[in-house]
């Protein structure tokens, strides 16, 4: 009988350091036991589990890759890992705590202050401060540059107007980080939730991300100081660098996804006998099987070269968006292909390929479309922007 592990065909944790395996080991464990029994049923509720937020901070999950401030200085192989490992158990999670760490502790740690570096990133990193980062607003999701929402100068303070949508973590955060045009281009704030002015609003009845909390924020004459402005960045590539890092680690995070999927149809079709013999004896299922791990195995190899690749500072935007583009494509199809072969069973959430399958079409969606990500490689190639 074979001796390769079905999940890691080309034995990627060979290539881990201890630290990687250990990290990957313990978080694993504790999706397998805090989060796979609770994560179908706070889907079916459309509610985000908040009782594990002090769980994920206690693992050293959020912020993972700054150092100091309380925060655990890994690397990003092991973060990726860490995405990974979280996505097997659901998007939403993953999510959060993508939100967390690249798009919200990530921009204060390289763009703050050193008095906002303190006051945010160990409560932030203990779970005890939860961050939302608004940059798309409802009219235009993929062209961020054309943003309404703006600040304008008022002695020591700033004025915000404006909206975000689509924004996850929206209604349960404490700070935002909000992008706003200024007189001397987009520029970052932190805007608390008691600030007046400042409103959030749950956008119910998605059929995507259920165990998430995705809002709408609105700024209506907000007054922010100038001490809570990231004073270090200007211009679009404020947010974009922040995109990167959460864009590095969803192209880790729907690797799991896709292995729940194909462990999930293994054991199925392992066991289900139809025609008188088990499901995985006939060749068209095999074939599937054989082709969800081919592309399972090509995404891994993938996500740790990328690993190389940033952990050595080396990693190009658009070599991030090839894998973003090329591993979130492989996660759906997998999860759509694992939802068939479960039959009729494979349409509820008892098992988890719908689920997976569901979260996957934001998942394609947020930090880039598709087509974002297949024209960042086409203006590579080509020099030519056809945005
Ligand atoms: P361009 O105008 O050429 O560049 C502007 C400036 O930014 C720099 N830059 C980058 N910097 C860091 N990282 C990157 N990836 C960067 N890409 C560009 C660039 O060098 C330039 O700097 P400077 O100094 O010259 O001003 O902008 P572009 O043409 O590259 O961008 C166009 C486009 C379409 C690629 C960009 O607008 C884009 O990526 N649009 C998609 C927007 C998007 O992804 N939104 C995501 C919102 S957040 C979210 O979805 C969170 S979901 C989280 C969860 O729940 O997990
Ligand atoms: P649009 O930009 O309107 O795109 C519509 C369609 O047009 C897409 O298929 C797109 O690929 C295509 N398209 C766009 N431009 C071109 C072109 N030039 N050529 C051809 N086709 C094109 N944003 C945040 O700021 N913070 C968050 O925390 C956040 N969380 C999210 C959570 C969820 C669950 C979801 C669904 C979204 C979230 N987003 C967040 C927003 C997300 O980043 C945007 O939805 C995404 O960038 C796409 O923008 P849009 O929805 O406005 O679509």
New binding site residues.
Partial sequence: SSKLDKLDIFNIKSLLTEEELMVQESIGRWVDERILPIIGPAFDKHEFPMEIIPEMAELGLFGSTIQGYECAGLNYTSYGLICQELERGDSGLR?FAS?QSS?CMFPIDAFGSEEQKQRWLPPMAKGEVIG?????E?H????PASMKTHAKKDGDDWIINGS???????SIADVAVVWAQTEDGIQGFLLEKEMPGFDTEMIHR?M??RA?V?SALFFDDVRVPDANRLPNVKGLKGPLSCLSNARYGISWGPIGSAQACLQEVLDYTEERVLFDRTLNSNQIIQQKLADMSRRISTAQLLAWRLGQLKDSGQLQPTQISMAKWNNVRMALDVARECRDMLGGAGITTEHSAIRHMLNLE?VI????????HQ?VVGRELTGKN??
């Avoid at 975000?164 to 929206?170: E, R, V």
């Fill in positions: 999510s939100v798009l939302c980062f608004g940059l798309t409802a235009a999701g993929s062209d975000k949508m689509w924004i996850t973590n929206g998605k995507s991300l998430s995705t934001s969606t947020y930090e880039g479309t598709e087509t974002i024209l056809a945005f």
